[in-house]
């Protein structure tokens, strides 16, 4: 890329701001998962797939912690969705609805172009999903043709963040399709679970792409996020089958 055409990409990004917050809303999502609301400033955006820092001065000081925006650009709110782990998020599970929050954003290069209407691979596992859901929510409200494949991992049943909203969205969107597994299930049948168990592995997204990708039209772009296994293990197995590492995005969230 040149210098002029590197400067005029820099300028089309969306600018990174630092502003405090009201939170909106909380939302249960699973057992350890919350999706907390914010109004989205105005004349402020982002692209699908980027991440906000977060901080709260008054107990962290300079500290801070990164989330990817669950939601579309589209929607009037920006919503992160986060999973208890430690420090920041204890603390995020006892504040409420009216507390103050310091955003700065957005940043990030995991962003799918929105200008280009080409086919996504989406490789999630657990909270993992967050800058995915972004992505299919924006592109299903676009009414984009461009063809989206989802493969998403989790525990059990009850750990599928956003599980009723993806089924809305396979119905209204004939380009999207999402095969989910279950790494901790002890029995499909005792279940009654119709969809895959085990991790994400290389067998798993073979067979799941090489089913999916159509052979006539251009490679699609794949995002993974999720555990550091399973993002190696997908961009060995995408390299495999002829992908070019450009077309290989990942983002890792810890
Ligand atoms: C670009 C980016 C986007 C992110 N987006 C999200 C998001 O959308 N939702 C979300 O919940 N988190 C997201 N994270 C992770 C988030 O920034 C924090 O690391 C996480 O919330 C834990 O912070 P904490 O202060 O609660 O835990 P800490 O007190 O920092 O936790 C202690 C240690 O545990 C590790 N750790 C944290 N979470 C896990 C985990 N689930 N599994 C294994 N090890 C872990 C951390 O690396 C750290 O070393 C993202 C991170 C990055 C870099």
Redesign the pocket.
């Known amino acids: 890329m040149s210098v002029n055409t590197t400067l005029e990409a820099r300028k089309r990004k969306p600018r990174s701001v630092k502003w405090e917050t009201e939170l909106l809303e909380v939302i249960d999502e699973t057992p350890d ?1 919350k999706t907390f609301r914010f109004e989205k400033p105005n004349g402020w955006n982002f692209a699908p797939g980027q ?1 906000l820092m ?1 901080f709260f001065p008054e107990i962290f000081g300079k500290k801070n ?6 939601s579309s650009p589209n929607s009037e709110y920006v919503d ?13 599970w006892t504040v409420n609805e009216g507390s103050s929050w310091t955003l700065r954003g957005p ?2 290069h ?1 962003v799918l172009d929105q200008k280009k209407d080409n086919d996504i691979l989406l490789l999630g596992a ?3 999903v ?2 995915l859901m972004s992505m299919v929510r924006w592109a299903t409200e676009e009414k984009s043709d461009r063809r989206m494949l989802l493969l998403y991992s989790n525990k059990k049943t009850k750990d599928i963040i956003f599980r009723q909203e993806l089924q809305t969205l396979e119905r209204m969107n004939p380009h999207l399709k999402i095969v989910y597994t279950l790494t901790r299930l002890a029995s499909k049948l005792e279940h009654n679970w119709p969809g895959l168990t085990g991790r994400i592995d290389a067998d798993m997204i073979r067979r799941e792409v090489i089913d999916w990708q159509n052979p006539n039209a251009e490679l699609a772009t794949s995002f993974s ?1 999720g ?1 550091v296994p399973m993002l190696n293990t997908s961009e060995q197995v995408l390299l495999e089958l002829g992908w070019p590492k450009e077309k290989i995005k990942y ?4």
Not at 80 to 92: A, D, E, P, R, V
Not at 251 to 254: N, V, Y
């Open positions: 998962v991440y977060v912690r990164a989330y990817s925006i669950s992160l969705t986060i999973k208890l782990y430690g420090l920041f998020t204890h603390y995020m940043y990030g995991f657990g909270v993992g967050t800058p996020c555990p983002e890792k969230f810890w």
